[in-house]
């Protein structure tokens, strides 16, 4: 789809729930228009989540990788048909698994650093690629604030990026500078969550 408009920046940051969820909305909405999209999710590696498997078996013209720990219970949450993991359809086992305590794809190790760093040297190509319209940097915000990721790279990736090139960040803690820079922002704030009222778990359809 030819484009000549010039791609503008958005973030979407605060501590409520809803930032990857619009992010992914945005990205619907632009594969409907016959955009090419691109999704990099950082301090993410479950191959389980929603939104990895809609876009592996159900959408047309989207890429996506994960940079992030993998979850230890992820064989458990789902069945591979195929041989590469990530690139076939997953059958849910029906019976839930909760998470509970674990937050093993939580820790914030140097696995998972690396793994940020590994995902920023993908979103730094894709930026400057003729092969999508729209690149969603996931939860990039969070890596930048753990200083896995170094702000001024990302800034650098901000100025750099192809002109007509519409770019997403989302995470908590988006800095000044990175605000600046931005064209939109949202700031989705908490008012009310069910896990601080009564201890509600993620839930799967939902959270993820």
Do not use: W
Not at 49 to 57: C, P, Q, R
Not at 84 to 92: A, L, N, P, V
Not at 114 to 141: F, H, N, P, R, T
Not at 179 to 194: C, F, Q, R, T, W
Request: proline share 1%; glycine share 10%; aromatic share 10%.
């Amino acid at each position: 789809m030819a484009k000549t408009h010039t791609g503008l920046v958005h973030v979407y940051t605060g501590n409520g729930k809803g930032k990857t969820s619009a992010a992914m909305g945005l990205a619907v909405r632009a594969v409907g228009q016959g955009l090419r999209v691109f999704i990099v999710q950082f301090m993410k590696g479950g191959a389980y989540t929603g939104e990895f498997i809609s876009a592996k078996n159900f959408l047309p013209n989207i890429g996506f990788e994960q940079f992030g720990k993998h979850c230890i219970k992820e064989e458990k949450q789902m069945k591979l048909q195929g041989l590469d993991r990530g690139y076939h359809y997953y059958d849910f086992v029906r019976d839930d698994i909760e998470c509970g305590d674990c937050r093993f794809c939580f820790l914030n190790d140097s696995e998972q650093a690396q793994a940020c760093k590994d995902g920023m040297e993908k979103a730094m190509k894709l930026s400057k690629s003729e092969s999508y319209d729209l690149l969603v940097l996931d939860e990039i915000l969070v890596a930048v604030a753990f200083k896995f990721i170094d702000e001024e790279k990302l800034a650098q990736l901000i100025k750099e990026k192809r002109r007509d090139l519409e770019l997403v960040l989302t995470g908590r803690g988006a800095s000044t500078r990175i605000l600046d820079l931005a064209d939109y922002v949202s700031n989705l704030n908490e008012v009310k969550h069910p896990f601080n009222t009564n201890k509600t778990p993620a839930r799967r359809g939902i959270e993820y």
